[in-house]
């Protein structure tokens, strides 16, 4: 049964706060005076001003509850009931516009319950506007309900004094079963999201993040919803418990409840038809349009949600686009692409740098009794079209899969690898190195076009793009150990076991290849770190420059922090720091990241050497002038060859009969696609590589290495 409570009509408009709620000496406003500092002196309304308000056929249960600027015009108020406490800025006769939207400034047919307002607003045909503070120049028209409970947490996963435990919301990232769950907040970070539902077995740590959330926010009840300067809402049904920034557009939209969206002037965020959003935050410069859904939720800044696409209890990280699917359960770091019909990501870890192609599931529990499977993916993800994946199932940095129905769970180990089921052989096969052998351009690419795209402008974690970096070149270490214990046939083929939760064959193919382009990755890498650091600085001989040079007798163990590196002895000293009190709080924690990122070029460079010396099987000793000459000249070797692979992948597809076959001739062809030889991106790589050249070059004759 409905629960239908009965008061008096005179209290309509008061008593937001119950109470016993509200401090001693204080009244139900005085947090609201606290919001609203907007140093706008009120008065009371005059008689002529209330003869006019009676006149255009405005009601208010007390008029000395209307207050006003010095610039306020009565004329300006039509058809509106009041109720409550109500404070209105200037108005002014204007008319304000927006994208063809034109409003006359002022407050029109709409129900306005105990609400402040800013400097010539716009607010026409809203049913019912409750305990808002409206920032200046909103314009606000055809809105059902916009209202907000003196119980507003607006996404945050907080309670109020006297709230129960069971009404907090949570997010259940990274396991449907919710053992990896994390309380959601303004300003969460990828990394905060990770650490948080990773150290699971930590219970100190677990109290410890749970007490840095609670302490960003006031218990206090009656706090009333925002609206930002400039925002623009329309065409809108329900808007409940919302804060908005500055210059945010929400049109259309059919449900918004209990949220923070992030938006001001340089990042506008924005809400577009038929969308449903629920119990979440929104980051700076976020767009979400055309139906989409959102329940328990983190999106940050600069991602998309679009197409009817459906996000529920996960973190979206930066710069990401998920259209036209489902994700569930998931913890997705940075510069994620999922923007293909009904592909579906449920109960994973995706680290960045991700491509998920249409009809591909990611996650299926079919193959255990109950829904508690996960998945980890490396960075550089990319599951090709209707791939099936069980869980539970994990896969090392920018692990390729093609098409296929994958039967079993899956431990790939080996990084740039392409995995494929061979149904015909009744075989799972591998092909580590693929990305090198046979598509350097789209793996180039993928590492161009996510720098970018960051439009962050407050870079608090330092993501990495590159995919040579600490931890991929990490695995390719781990992953030489594994090959180099393989016994291939003839051709290339080994058998390994224990990659996939079956008794039927694994073949690893080109396993010599692989081996041999890993230990040249490994010395490009570490070579190409000892030229950036040569670059950067004006070393005048040798010596000078190997002083600068810190090799560890141990290459250090990096972990993936929400799309940022970062040593694995900081991450547990970190963790050490917040049990013990020294890191107090998630504002501590942001500023870790910061100076890591900050640390970032050093202590790549020294993996980088380190790295370098282990290939080589030398000493620092060992480092003489006349092999940093050989491995310059070497690199350039590799980075011709990958340039080579740049081009000759990506003209594969002007050589193909069956793609040139839609065109009657090639200066048509060149029309719709363009010319291979202006592709810009391989301009920028045969620019790249000429650029290593002159370096390279420059590098030998200033440092006498010749």
């Known amino acids: 049964m409905n629960i239908i409570k009965k008061h008096s009509v005179i209290d309509l408009g008061y008593n937001f706060v119950e109470k016993k709620y509200i401090p001693a000496g204080k009244d139900e406003y005085h947090l609201r005076n606290q919001q609203n500092a907007n140093g706008v002196a009120h008065r009371k309304l005059t008689a002529l001003e209330i003869e006019v308000l009676v006149r255009n056929r405005n009601t208010s249960d007390d008029w000395n509850n209307i207050f006003v600027s010095s610039s306020f015009n009565a004329e300006l108020v039509k058809n509106c009931k009041f109720l409550g406490l109500v404070r209105i800025g200037n108005l002014e006769p204007l008319y304000l516009e927006f994208h063809n939207l034109r409003m006359a400034v002022g407050l029109y047919n709409s129900t306005i319950i105990s609400c402040d307002f800013g400097n010539n607003v716009c607010i026409d045909n809203v049913n019912y506007l409750s305990h ?111 804060w908005v920034g500055s210059d945010a557009y929400f049109k259309g939209a059919n449900k918004l409840k209990n949220l923070t969206v992030n938006s001001d002037e340089n990042r506008t965020s924005q809400i577009g038809e038929g969308c449903e959003i629920v119990n979440g935050i929104v980051g700076y410069g976020c767009r979400i349009f055309y139906g989409a859904k959102a329940v328990r939720f983190v999106m940050a800044s600069h991602s998309q949600l679009k197409y009817g696409a459906r996000l529920i209890n996960s973190y979206l990280g930066n710069n990401s686009t998920i259209s036209c699917c ?23 870890i995706v680290m960045g740098q991700s491509n998920m192609a249409a009809g591909a599931t990611i996650g299926s529990n079919h193959n255990s009794r109950a829904a508690d499977g996960e998945i980890i993916a ?72 996510y720098v970018d795209r960051d439009r962050r402008t407050e870079k608090i974690q330092h993501i990495e793009y590159d995919y040579l970096a600490p931890d991929t070149v990490n695995e390719i270490f781990d992953a030489l150990k594994i090959l180099e214990g393989l016994k291939p046939d003839e051709e290339g083929t080994a058998e390994t076991t224990g990659w996939e939760n079956t008794s039927r064959a694994v073949k690893v193919t080109k396993v010599p290849q692989a081996i041999a382009l890993f230990k040249e990755l490994v010395k490009y890498y570490g070579t190409l ?50 049990k013990s009190g020294k890191v107090k709080g998630w504002s501590d924690m942001h500023q870790f990241y910061k100076q890591q990122g900050i640390a970032y070029t050093t202590d790549k460079l020294s993996h980088a050497y380190t790295s370098l010396l282990e290939i080589l099987n030398i000493t ?27 081009y000759e992948s990506r003209a594969k597809d002007y050589k193909n009969p069956f793609k040139k076959m839609v065109y009657d001739n090639t200066e048509e062809m060149n029309k719709v696609i363009g010319r291979l030889e202006d592709n810009s991106f391989i301009q920028q790589q045969l620019g790249e590589l000429e650029e290593m050249k002159k370096l390279v070059k420059s590098a030998i004759r200033k440092m006498k290495l010749a």
């Open 132 to 242: 808002y503070i409206i920032g200046n120049e909103v314009m606000i028209a055809n809105v059902n309900e916009l209202a907000t409970t003196d119980r507003a947490k607006f996404g945050n996963g907080i309670l109020k004094e006297g709230e129960s435990e069971k009404v907090r919301v949570w997010l259940e990232l990274c396991n449907e079963n919710g053992g990896r769950s994390v309380l959601p907040f303004d300003g969460m970070l990828p990394g905060d999201a990770y650490l948080w539902s990773k150290y699971r077995d930590d219970e100190a740590l677990l109290d410890k993040f749970k007490e840095f959330t609670e302490n960003l926010f006031d218990k206090q009840h009656g706090y009333y919803g925002k609206i930002g300067d400039r925002t623009v809402i329309k065409n809108c049904k329900i808007i409940k418990d919302v």
């Open 378 to 449: 490396g960075r550089g993800f990319w599951p090709g079209l209707c791939v099936s994946l069980k869980h539970n199932s994990k896969f090392a940095s920018f692990t390729i899969i093609a098409k296929g129905d994958f039967p079993a769970e899956l431990n790939i180990p080996i990084p740039f690898s392409l995995v494929s089921n061979d149904v015909a052989n009744d075989t799972l096969q591998v092909m580590p190195a693929y990305w090198f052998m046979y598509n350097m351009y789209a793996l180039a690419r993928n590492s161009q076009k």
């Open 326 to 348: 489902e994700v569930l359960n998931s913890l997705i770091f940075p510069a994620h692409e999922q923007h293909h019909n009904n592909s579906f990501l449920c109960a994973a």
């Open 620 to 646: 620092p000793r060992q480092f003489t002038p006349a092999l940093l000459k050989q491995l310059l000249q070497e690199a350039m070797i590799t980075k011709e060859w990958m340039s080579k692979g740049i």
């Open 529 to 578: 770190e000892l030229l950036h650091h040569l670059q950067q600085n004006k070393f005048s001989s040798f010596d000078q420059f190997k002083k600068t040079l810190s090799a560890k007798i141990q290459r250090s163990e990096w972990l993936n922090i929400g799309g940022q590196l970062i040593q694995k002895p900081a991450v547990e000293n970190l963790k050490r720091n917040i």
